[in-house]
């Protein structure tokens, strides 16, 4: 079993304990999970605690059979021998300067990321596109784009964009069991990838371009238009990867799935370009709301 304690902390902390904890009485938590999130959560409760304080207990092996941790400042943990005890210290009538803690430069500069977030498409709030390729390969060098997805959201509505390439000799049995494509879909269906590329480049046109781990699409289509065209992207782009990392931390990993599941977004068919750009449209949505 956890208890922590919490006293005189900002609300939005209380309210991420109360996904891993239970509020018996006001200010104590007690919860039940593993020790690596016992640690996440004691490292956001120092990052996010203002001018509160928190105390940690938890079950370990000592002669108590349990240790504590604490950022009281007039109390200090000491261990004597082997036995953890609470020392107040005399000198402790030392406060903290307002706005100068760890606490608030975090708090200042998620404010900041937030803000950051909204203002970077302040000016196309009408104009975004969220775009996403499938592969042969993850290699920049040798492997090549199998489809391309857009959705474009302007004056409040959206437009999907999809188009399969053709020209491509093999895809690995892999890539086609995770994207459903194959060859023969490529020969049937695909189009000239200087003539996707040109309808692509009207389709971006002066918008915002948003994706997840956005760099691998934007390397391989800035590539293609290197090779194939005079174009070159110059949009104004927005990452997802990075501000779902700031926003989620205690995520066991920051694959798109688990980033979809866990903000509630279904995605019907992963490594499906345009899914995949739809699904990326929704989580954009749901962080530029989330405070």
């Not at 092996?61 to 504590?68: P, S, V």
């Not at 943990?77 to 608030?104: C, Q, T, W």
């Not at 500069?109 to 390969?137: F, H, P, Y």
Request: charged share 30%; glycine share 6%.
């Amino acid at each position: 079993m956890i208890v922590i304690t919490l006293t005189k902390v900002p609300n939005s902390l209380r309210g991420d304990l109360t996904r891993w904890c239970q509020e018996v009485q006001t200010g104590v938590y007690v919860g039940n999970f593993s020790a690596r999130i016992r640690d996440l959560l004691w490292i956001k409760i120092k990052e996010n605690i203002g001018q509160g304080e928190a105390t940690l207990i938890y079950n370990t092996n000592n002669e108590l059979g349990y240790t504590f941790k604490t950022t009281r400042k007039s109390y200090k943990v000491i261990d004597f021998e082997g036995v953890p005890l609470m020392m107040h210290l005399r000198d402790s009538n030392l406060k903290r300067k307002s706005g100068y803690s760890k606490a608030a430069r975090a708090h200042r500069a998620k404010i900041m990321a937030q803000k950051r977030l909204k203002d970077s498409i302040k000016e196309k709030r009408n104009s975004i596109v969220a775009i996403d390729i499938e592969t042969t390969g993850l290699d920049l060098e040798k492997d090549s784009i199998i489809s391309i997805g857009a959705v474009k959201v302007e004056n409040n509505s959206k437009h999907d964009y999809y188009s399969l390439i053709k020209g491509i000799e093999e895809i690995p049995d892999e890539i086609s069991e995770l994207t459903g494509i194959g060859i023969d879909d490529l020969n049937k269906d695909g189009e000239d990838i200087y003539k996707v590329l040109k309808v692509l480049y009207g389709v971006l046109d002066d918008a915002v371009i948003i994706g997840y781990n956005l760099n691998f699409d934007l390397n391989f289509l800035n590539r293609e238009y290197e090779q194939y065209t005079e174009l070159k992207l110059i949009n104004k782009v927005i990452d997802l990867l990075p501000i779902v990392k700031k926003q989620c931390r205690f995520l066991d990993n920051y694959r798109l799935e688990t980033v979809l599941q866990y903000f509630g977004i279904e995605n019907f068919h992963p490594h499906n370009a345009l899914e995949d750009a739809r699904a990326c449209i929704e989580l954009y949505e749901k962080l530029i709301k989330n405070k």
